[in-house]
Each structure stands twice: as C-alpha cells, then as structure tokens.
C-alpha cells in the first residue's frame, strides 16, 4: 500500500490514533500523518502509507485552513474548552469590536504558543511541565495569518458571546493562542470552544474519507482500500522534470545524471520531482553542480521504470 489517504478525523480519537487504525487496516508498517489533530478537533488529516511516508516532509509547511468556535467571556488554562476556565473581568465585546480586532492579526504576527502544548522546554512536553504546576511561559514564535474572517456571531447567552472564524494560516499557528489572544484585544477573555480543520495544503475536508468508509473500504479487500489511496506524490508542490528513458535505470540506483535538456533554470536549494514518460514520480533529486542526483529513490532497482 502506497500512496496518500486524506481522511476526515471525528472529535475523539488522536492523529496517532487514526494513524494506528489506518496501519491495522491497511497492514501496512509504514503510516505517518501530515500535521497533528487535538483529539477535541475535527477535519483534514492526510495519512502517507508506504513510500509516501519518505514525502511527508515536504508537506509539513503547508498552509492550513480551519473553521474556529471562539467562545468569549472566560479564559482557559489550555487556551481551548478542555481547561479549567476562569470568567472575565471586563464586559463582553459586540460584534463590531470584534470585527475590528480581527485586522491586527493578519499577516506575519508574533504569537505565544499555550502552556499546554507539545513545545520541548529543558528536554521536557511544555504539556508536562504545566500538568506538573509548574510555570510555562513560551517564547513568542513568528507565524503569518494568510486570512481571517468572522462568519457567524452568536449573543443569545448574555456575557458569553461567540464568534466562528475563518482562519487561513501558516504550518506551526497556534488556533488556540490566536483565540486567547483575540479575547485579550477587544479587553475580555476568550479561548477556542470548538475547531475543524477544512484544509490542509491542497488536501480539502470535503474530499476526505471518513473513519466509517475506511473501515468498509478495508473489509471488503485489498484491492477496495487501494482505491482510496492518491499517488505517492498527491499534492506535492515542488518543480518537476521528466527524466530521458535512458537515465532512469541510473535514477532507480540512486546514481546522479545529467540535468535534461531545455529543463530550464534550477535552484539547488529547492527539491525537484524527477518522473518518467508517464508523470509517475521515481525519484526527488536536487541540483548539484551540472549534475542532478536522487535523494530519494522512490522506484526499486528491479522495478520497471519508463
């Protein structure tokens, strides 16, 4: 089994979780997953089994999209509905005022991640050290809010207002931060009361699988789950170049070869997709000198190519 499975991850269960599950079903040793989902969040979550698990890399900065449930009046230990919450002091905010605040938080902004998270501090889960008591303050990190849109308002219960937004955003933002802090901008307090994930890269909520049709998918044959699969390199955004028929057998070696006519210019900072005749991808190579040298074969030496 190779090849990319965008599923659609229900409230509840882990990214590791789903990855465990998709390993079960598939029988396939190699599974990863391409940006991790809080178990209280739902949405888009690609899974790479098999040589796709050698590409994961490059799609670890891919944008995000997320639909976010916002709940203001209190603020949270975890930044999100799972902590302990603490009511606001000041009054709650109109929905214009948080229209408004929306503005400071798009483009490149400096964001300090929640105490309960993932981040190492001296060897040790940020997570651990705050489940422990102990203080955690995190540095602040840069990251880029693409967009940022308020879609829905909600003021039926008096004091605790709730906002949906939109949020398009570099790999690495924190909704939860972005939450807690946007609370803070319009003088109340706030934290993330829900989360969906609508797109991870190039990969969309609306085309994933869902828990429940992997599992069908999986009882009724191998040849019925490989059907879900998307090739290898499914929304990978690196130049390509077709490889001659005659260097493929050097490619599938791991041995350099010269860059094909009319390829064109080449950054030897940038991974390039080397293919075949077909568009099927054997190898990601880089330029090094006159030379383009495969550093990951993704053909074996005896399989055909070409």
Same mark, same amino acid.
């Given at each position: ?241 077709? %490889? +001659? ?7 599938? &070696?791991?041995? =350099? /070869? !010269?860059?094909?006519? $009319? *390829?064109?210019? #080449?950054?030897?900072? %940038? +991974? ?7 568009? &099927?991808?054997? =190898? /990601? !190579?880089?330029?090094? $000198? *006159?030379?383009? #040298?495969?550093?990951? %074969? ?9």
């Amino acid at each position: 089994m190779d090849g990319v499975l965008v599923v659609a991850k229900p409230i509840g269960p882990t990214s590791h979780d789903v990855v465990g599950l998709v390993r079960r079903l598939s029988a396939t040793k190699r599974v990863g997953h391409g940006g991790t989902l809080d178990p209280f969040a739902s949405g888009v979550l690609p899974v790479f089994l098999g040589k796709a698990t050698r590409l994961v890399e490059y799609h670890l900065g891919d944008r995000k999209r997320y639909r976010a449930t916002v709940c203001f009046g209190a603020s949270s230990t975890t930044d999100d509905l799972e902590g302990a919450l603490t009511p606001a002091a000041g009054s709650a905010p109109a929905r214009e005022d948080v229209a408004a605040a929306l503005e400071q938080f798009r483009g490149p902004i400096e964001q300090r991640p929640p105490a309960f998270s993932a981040i190492k501090v001296a060897g040790r889960r940020a997570y651990a050290l705050a489940r422990a008591g102990q203080s955690v303050e995190l540095a602040p990190r840069a990251v880029t809010i693409h967009e940022l849109g308020l879609v829905e308002w909600d003021d039926a219960i008096a004091g605790e207002p709730v906002a949906i937004v939109d949020v398009e955003c570099s790999a690495g933002t924190y909704v939860r931060s972005l939450a807690r802090d946007l609370g803070g901008a319009v003088g109340n307090a706030a934290y993330l009361g829900a989360l969906v994930r609508t797109a991870s890269g190039p990969f969309r909520l609306e085309d994933a699988t869902s828990l429940d049709d992997v599992r069908s998918a999986a009882e009724a044959g191998p040849e019925r789950f490989a059907s879900l699969l998307r090739p290898i390199d499914a929304g990978l955004d690196l130049p390509s170049i077709a %490889v +001659p028929d005659a260097a493929l057998g050097a490619i599938a &070696r791991g041995q =350099a /070869i !010269g860059v094909p006519p $009319g *390829t064109g210019s #080449l950054d030897a900072e %940038v +991974p390039v997709r080397l293919v075949d005749r077909d568009g &099927r991808l054997v =190898a /990601i !190579g880089r330029l090094v $000198g *006159t030379k383009m #040298l495969p550093d990951k %074969v993704l053909v074996d030496a005896a399989e055909p190519v070409g």
